[in-house]
């Protein structure tokens, strides 16, 4: 089992910054990707960006140039970070920290909500 909790988030106004981070402990061994997700209201949960354990990257074309996900691989924990910049109302959403094992199997944060708004 894996666990996953998530900080950060809030309201902040266009243009703004926000930084989410995400703590992933228990059998952290076989965690390959993390990644944050999200879901606006109305919409599918989309893929914001992801990282693998090698530090290979993935991002939304709608985030790139603007967010920046790391990665920090303790012994018994790994912590994601996504520094959100220049953030817009569409960027608004429910964003969950996601984890995928090599076995395949997906973990889920209890979600953050994100508001940008003036």
């Known amino acids: 089992q894996v666990q996953l909790v998530e900080s950060g988030g809030g309201l902040v106004q266009p243009g703004g910054s926000l930084r989410l981070s995400c703590a992933a402990s228990?059998?952290?061994?076989?965690?390959?990707?993390m990644g944050w997700y999200r879901q606006a209201p109305g919409k599918l949960r989309e893929l914001v960006a992801e990282?693998?354990?090698?530090?290979?990257?993935?991002?939304a074309d709608s985030v790139k140039g603007r967010f920046t996900i790391s990665r920090d691989n303790a012994k018994t924990s790994i912590t994601i970070n996504l520094q959100m910049n220049s953030l817009k109302p569409e960027d608004t959403a429910v964003y969950y920290c996601?984890?995928?094992?090599?076995?395949?199997?997906?973990?889920w944060g209890q979600g953050t909500q994100v508001t940008v708004s003036s």
């Open positions: 228990g059998r952290v061994f076989q965690i390959y990707t």
């Open positions: 996601s984890s995928r094992t090599y076995g395949m199997e997906a973990y």
């Open positions: 990282v693998t354990r090698s530090d290979v990257t993935t991002y």
